[in-house]
């Protein structure tokens, strides 16, 4: 789905997001049809007997690309972003006569289930605190959703002097190692009549790529929970049901280098990301049932799992090979490199060919200025893998090759910015690589359509280029399988496999980064699989090293710590993780 989705006490309520650039993929191009279909959302929630606050942004953050802003946006690249630019505000206006309407039969004093409805997100933590900005928003919803709805903010402690504005509620969010009798006491500030609200209690916390997986104790959860419930506040608990960024969805943060998020988004919630309930939901629980009756009955069971092989996947072909097919409509010409922007590349990948133009005998330094690779450049020599150039990570190679050799640099978009100064964060080559002393120029740029590519045209027949006996670098792989009975839920494992992207039967599972980790495995809901007697298929992009036996596994449970990361536990006596850089506790 496209909707973050939280629960908030006291009433049965859910807490949805809409992410403007799942929406609206072109300006002026709408799709609410499928997991984009926002009317159905709100009749499930209807059936449910379920209130909801909406949170449509523009903005909202939520670990998701870009914060959820339409990357077309930087099409112009001097927009400033979340402030009263007219070109930003002309993009959202436009947005919100179009999505505004569809939900306002569905407020609640129109009969529909819409209580409230936040305006931005934590907008304090943004640098611009644009006073025009909020006010422009507060206006426009209010001349499209009418006086009668109640529309509110939610900000950080720190946030709320640029994020809170005279007639929006104002909220905050924080989690349960945060002071909160001094918290709501800065809400009351800004805020001196009405209840005390945390619009985001976190029960968990995001995973980066490269470090350790979060958890939160049961203990300190509960314990939070109750302090908040016996102030009479309301609460709303994020997350309260984990979930996944599919495909190219996820988002980063940059907190002194760039962090892109993880694939899962279980979020250590009280419901797994596979919609399991968990102790965490129990023990809370028992705690709500101190203040107010809760439903009898059963929970319902975990779902069905499935465990299958380990099954061999088979050499499709190099990445370079399929060019034609990946790009039909052929490479841009340019004496600079181009950004994915410039081009019209919101996500995936792009790659970026030019020719030596003199022999290189001897190693070469090879590298992009001023941290100039978002995210990570794949670098081949006439079709032979070099190595990876990352943000802020690593910013050179050495490269050899002869007159007229053809130099790859395939690029990844690793996830827009998501949250706080989320700048304009412009992927591609930002600047010309160089190559010892000279700027290498007159480059051809083919913007890759890696999904069209997995779901319609393999398998297609290729002539078998010489290449080396140990395939490194951009490779595709395949096999087919089907499941026995109805199958289940499952967990892809893929040992031994370094980094790249994942399609079941042409849906886009994700990244996976089993040598970064903390993530190991990659869930797949049930739906995504055929039924028994007919054939399943995998597709790998692995974009450095295939282990020397390329197989992968099916698991009945997830593995998203790997043992080479200590698992963050955060406690009520500290705000900070051991080991580790303090981590900001605001930011969805």
């Known amino acids: 789905?496209?909707?973050?989705?939280?629960?908030?006490?006291?009433?049965?309520?859910?807490?949805?997001?809409?992410?403007?650039?799942?929406?609206?993929?072109?300006?002026?191009?709408?799709?609410f049809n499928g997991s984009r279909d926002l009317i159905a959302f709100l009749n499930e929630a209807s059936i449910a007997n379920l209130l909801v606050i909406l949170r449509p942004g523009p903005y909202i953050c939520a670990e998701w690309e870009m914060g959820g802003l339409p990357a077309w946006l930087l099409r112009k690249p001097n927009v400033r972003l979340r402030t009263s630019d007219p070109d930003f505000l002309a993009a959202v206006d436009s947005w919100f006569k179009v999505l505004l309407p569809?939900?306002?039969?569905?407020?609640?004093?129109?009969?529909?289930?819409?209580?409230?409805?936040?305006?931005?997100?934590?907008?304090?933590?943004?640098?611009?605190?644009?006073?025009?900005?909020?006010?422009?928003?507060?206006?426009?919803?209010?001349?499209l959703l009418g006086e009668e709805i109640l529309?509110?903010?939610?900000?950080?402690?720190?946030?709320?002097?640029?994020?809170?504005?005279?007639?929006?509620?104002?909220t905050v969010d924080f989690g349960p190692a945060d002071n909160m009798t001094k918290i709501f006491a800065l809400q009351r500030e800004y805020e001196p009549h009405g209840p005390l609200v945390n619009s985001e209690y976190y029960t968990g916390w995001l995973d980066y790529w490269g470090q350790n997986h979060s958890t939160r104790s049961i203990t300190d959860v509960t314990r939070g929970l109750e302090n908040m419930l016996k102030l009479g506040a309301s609460v709303n608990m994020y997350m309260f049901h984990g979930g996944t960024n599919f495909g190219y969805w996820n988002g980063a943060d940059e907190k002194g280098h760039f962090l892109p998020i993880t694939t899962s988004y279980d979020y250590d919630a009280p419901i797994s990301e596979a919609g399991d309930v968990t102790p965490k939901l129990f023990a809370l629980r028992n705690v709500i049932s101190q203040f107010q009756e809760?439903?009898?009955?059963?929970?319902?069971?975990?779902?069905?799992?499935?465990?299958?092989?380990?099954l061999t996947l088979y050499l499709d072909g190099y990445m370079l090979d399929f060019l034609h097919l990946l790009c039909p409509q052929g490479p841009i010409h340019s004496i600079l490199p181009m950004t994915f922007e410039a081009v019209r590349q919101d996500r995936g990948f792009m790659l970026y060919r030019t020719y030596l133009m003199y022999p290189v005998f001897e190693p070469t330094q090879f590298w992009v200025p001023n941290n100039g690779v978002h995210d990570r450049a794949y670098v081949m020599v006439d079709g032979v893998f070099q190595g990876v150039l990352e943000r802020n990570m690593k910013h050179k190679l050495f490269l050899t090759g002869k007159m007229g050799a053809t130099v790859d640099v395939l690029l990844e978009n690793m996830g827009r910015l998501s949250f706080g100064s989320n700048y304009s964060d412009f992927k591609g080559l930002l600047e010309p690589p160089i190559l010892g002393q000279t700027i290498l120029t007159h480059w051809l740029m083919f913007p890759l359509e890696v999904d069209k590519l997995v779901k319609w045209w393999f398998p297609p027949q290729l002539l078998k280029n010489s290449r080396p006996q140990i395939p490194s670098g951009p490779i595709f792989y395949s096999t087919t399988f089907s499941i026995l009975d109805s199958g289940g839920d499952t967990f892809l494992f893929l040992p031994g496999w370094t980094k790249g992207q994942v399609w079941i039967n042409g849906f886009n599972l994700g990244r996976y980064w089993t040598?970064?980790?903390?993530?190991?495995?990659?869930?797949?809901?049930?739906?995504?699989?055929?039924?028994?007697?007919?054939?399943?298929?995998?597709?790998?992009?692995?974009?450095?090293?295939?282990?020397?036996?390329?197989?992968?596994?099916?698991?009945?449970?997830?593995i998203l710590n790997s043992t080479l990361h200590k698992t963050y536990i955060y406690s009520l006596s500290a705000d900070t993780q051991s080991d580790s850089e303090p981590m900001e506790l605001s930011g969805h």
């Open 1 to 31: 789905m496209g909707f973050r989705s939280a629960t908030c006490l006291a009433a049965c309520t859910t807490f949805g997001y809409v992410p403007w650039n799942y929406h609206e993929p072109e300006p002026g191009v709408y799709n």
């Open 515 to 558: 040598k970064r980790g903390p993530q190991q495995t990659l869930y797949v809901p049930r739906p995504l699989l055929f039924p028994t007697g007919s054939l399943n298929k995998i597709t790998l992009l692995e974009l450095e090293n295939v282990p020397p036996q390329p197989e992968i596994q099916f698991l009945d449970s997830p």
């Open 151 to 170: 529309l509110f903010t939610t900000d950080g402690p720190e946030g709320l002097k640029c994020g809170s504005l005279e007639g929006l509620y104002t």
């Open 294 to 310: 809760i439903p009898l009955g059963p929970l319902p069971p975990p779902s069905p799992k499935m465990m299958l092989g380990p």
């Open 102 to 143: 569809k939900i306002y039969p569905w407020l609640y004093h129109n009969g529909g289930n819409i209580i409230s409805i936040q305006v931005e997100n934590e907008y304090g933590s943004y640098r611009a605190c644009d006073i025009s900005y909020m006010r422009h928003l507060a206006g426009l919803f209010r001349a």
